[in-house]
């Protein structure tokens, strides 16, 4: 084809916000709000994003734009890396279902520094986020579920896409100029899924959204002085299509474009883990409300659910918050356990209840044959619980709370929003700042970055 970064260029720079529908800028505010809370929780609970923030922080440099849990300015392109590394930190951050990646994590924090970077409007910056969002997602979803399972975290390798695309908007970049991020951006994204597969590396998965979040944003940079990447960054003979995906869905990758926005198509976390163990807990607290019986109780918990979901959150004997995240019995244990797996659970302290850790070893996961052939248009699970007496009680859920089919209510995003960020803010701060993302339109990115 040879001409996809021509047609990205083309819709990146004319879309504007009066151009977009209500319901795709009030997705886009509910993105940022839900975003700004996931990554104040990410800060907070996590070692990692505050290594990765005291650095930036260290590196001093132009004030461009805010690292947000500093309040004070530094590069642009490492308060893209230090805000991301933080909105990934608790796997809690959106995501888009037939993408397979966390698109919000990478647009949102590229979109923030490249607005205070550029001082332009918060209009500006909703349709850069929405912008950002669809191109990210269509190549996720062009190269899915090929790349996923040649390795490859679809977040990291599409992301620097999405960061370049909502700069680029906002920064108004030229035909050109964008035509030549889109190239750069791609010679730099990247991210494997190892760091999926052991405790460890699970603690440092933030920094393939971070970096692409600043790779995007540098790449804008770069192509207003000049430099471009390659023309055909797509669809080369070594271009990215073919380099991460043996199978590529060309036509997603503009078909509708800038008559749907996929941004309208993903879902809400509503606990901090891998999302293939959501449906899993939601099926679990379902069946536990049904059977009524203690934790003590239990005899045994099965789950059966589709193989990705085993290979990729299949963990056991989980040691740290970050592997307990990609672990669905100890995730299933402490919802039940606990009646919540929000941020704050994810503690030490819940790694090392001998309660939950019992109840996680009585879980065991099985692949299912039907929720194999329906995924990933269902996301699926399977839950019985047994008690000694052999009574069972039996839960399946297709799809998980805050999938757009199964939306979370505005009551239940703004309570993770509030409960997120009362981890680092006070209540009365946390009213104002959500009262003015949810009024973005109408205020100033300056405003929304002194109140955080």
């Known amino acids: 084809m040879g001409s996809l970064s021509y047609f990205y260029a083309d819709f990146i720079l004319n879309t504007h916000y009066d151009q977009l529908k209500p319901d795709v800028t009030e997705q886009a505010k509910q993105r940022i709000l839900d975003l700004i809370g996931v990554s104040l929780a990410g800060y907070q609970m996590m070692e990692f994003p505050r290594l990765v923030v005291s650095y930036m922080a260290s590196l001093g440099g132009t004030p461009e734009a805010t690292i947000l849990q500093t309040k004070k300015k530094f590069p642009a392109v490492n308060a893209a890396l230090a805000n991301a590394a933080c909105a990934h ?18 647009v949102i924090p590229a979109a923030l520094a490249a607005a205070e970077l550029s001082r332009t409007n918060t209009r500006d910056l909703i349709a850069g986020v929405v912008v950002g969002y669809e191109i990210m997602i269509r190549i996720g979803m062009a190269i899915n579920p090929s790349s996923l399972n040649r390795g490859f975290h679809a977040t990291g390798i599409t992301g620097a896409f999405g960061a370049a695309a909502a700069a680029a908007n906002i920064m108004r970049l030229s035909r050109e100029e964008t035509i030549g991020a889109l190239g750069l951006a791609g010679l730099q994204g990247a ?12 603690k440092v998965k933030s920094i393939n959204p971070a970096k692409a979040a600043q790779s995007g944003l540098l790449s804008c940079i770069l192509a207003q002085k000049g430099p471009k990447g390659p023309l055909d960054i797509f669809e080369g003979e070594d271009g990215f299509l073919k380099a991460v995906a043996d199978e590529v869905k060309m036509d997603l990758l503009t078909r509708g474009l ?22 899993c807990i939601d099926a679990a607290l379902e069946a536990s409300h049904q059977s009524q019986v203690s934790i003590e109780e239990i005899k045994s918990i099965t789950v059966e659910t589709y193989p990705a979901a085993i290979r990729l959150a299949g963990k056991t004997d989980v040691t740290t918050p970050s592997a307990a995240r990609f672990s669905i019995p100890f995730s299933v244990a402490l919802a039940l356990v606990k009646k919540d797996a929000g941020a704050d659970k994810y503690s030490e302290e819940n790694i090392r209840d001998e309660r939950i850790q019992n109840l996680s070893k009585k879980v ?14 269902q996301r699926g699970a399977t839950v019985r619980i047994a008690d000694a007496e052999r009574r069972e009680w039996v839960s399946e859920v297709g799809l998980a709370k805050g ?11 703004y309570n993770k929003f509030r409960n997120n960020a009362t981890l680092l803010l006070s209540e009365k701060e946390v009213k104002e700042l959500g009262d003015t993302i949810m009024d973005l339109e109408n205020s100033s990115v300056d405003k929304i970055m002194k109140l955080l």
């Open 89 to 106: 930190a608790i796997d809690m951050d959106d995501g888009h279902r037939f993408a397979a990646h966390h698109p919000g994590t990478v």
């Open 364 to 377: 065991k996961l099985y692949p299912s044959k039907k929720w194999e052939e329906m995924y990933p248009n």
């Open 191 to 202: 991210g494997l899924l190892q760091v999926n597969h052991d405790n460890e590396g699970s």
């Open 403 to 413: 999938e757009p089919e199964n939306p979370a209510t505005w009551e239940e995003l």
């Open 258 to 279: 800038g008559k749907e926005f996929e941004i309208c198509n993903t879902y809400t976390k509503l606990y901090a883990a891998c999302r293939h163990a959501h449906a």
